[in-house]
């Protein structure tokens, strides 16, 4: 069975805190995505990678950084986290230019206090 | 710009039929996709169009129609385990798969 794994499901980090937002893939997918997911706002896109060492920023990249050493791993960074950043984080990935869609992990709730 | 409209909320009965519509109006269209997504749970695939008409998929159908910009989802014999959002979204011909998701319906399935 396919997966996207996300470390942590649940997190609570304190304002100002590095914090790092893992994220595996075991079906060598190209692309790889990182949204978070707000009650009105829906999905919004903060980046994604279509290979390996190669980032492009989303609608919503303030405040984050990402990092994609290897193919199956794509890392979320929050530099220094702030309470508006309290969310539902959801990775993603997909094929390069297939038509399955995208698988999603189970989601990391962050909570900034 | 990109914009997706879905209905905020629905509700139905245990048994009936229902339909979501979605609107899109974006720079770019390369299929649309239906997910479900209970609570607190990732959002799952249902449904994919890229050519106009209708794919049914068992007590789910989705429906496309390009010209329009409009898609609806279908549910049918509704079930109490059907509560829950559904996302539109629309795959942007980038070159490689991009999605820009509506904000979610929500269905309530009453007994």
């Known amino acids: 069975d396919v997966k996207v794994t996300q470390s942590s499901r649940y997190l609570v980090k304190r304002t100002g805190e590095k914090v790092f937002l893992e994220c595996v893939q075991d079906m060598d997918h190209e692309n790889m995505f990182w949204y978070r997911q707000d009650p009105g706002l829906g999905l919004r896109l903060i980046y994604f990678?279509?290979?390996?060492?190669?980032?492009e920023k989303g609608d919503i990249p303030e405040g984050y950084s990402v990092s994609r050493e290897k193919k199956e791993r794509f890392s979320l960074i929050l530099e220094s986290a702030s309470t508006n950043q309290t969310s539902m984080y959801l990775c993603a990935s997909s094929l390069g230019q297939g038509l399955g869609g995208y698988t999603f992990g189970s989601g990391t709730r962050l909570t900034v206090v | 710009g990109q914009n997706i409209d879905q209905p905020t909320e629905m509700t139905a009965t245990e048994g009936a039929i229902v339909q979501i519509n979605c609107t899109y109006q974006t720079s770019g269209f390369n299929g649309l996709f239906w997910y479900q997504q209970h609570a607190g749970e990732a959002p799952t695939f249902l449904s994919y169009?890229?050519?106009?008409g209708l794919e049914e998929k068992g007590r789910f159908s989705s429906f496309l129609s390009r010209s329009k910009g409009y898609s609806y989802l279908l549910l049918k014999e509704l079930q109490m385990k059907d509560s829950a959002s559904y996302l539109c979204?629309?795959?942007?011909?980038?070159?490689?798969?991009?999605?820009?998701f509506g904000t979610g319906t929500r269905l309530l399935v009453s007994p």
């Open positions: 979204a629309v795959s942007l011909n980038t070159g490689f798969q991009k999605l820009v």
């Open positions: 169009n890229v050519l106009d």
């Open positions: 990678s279509y290979d390996v060492k190669m980032k």
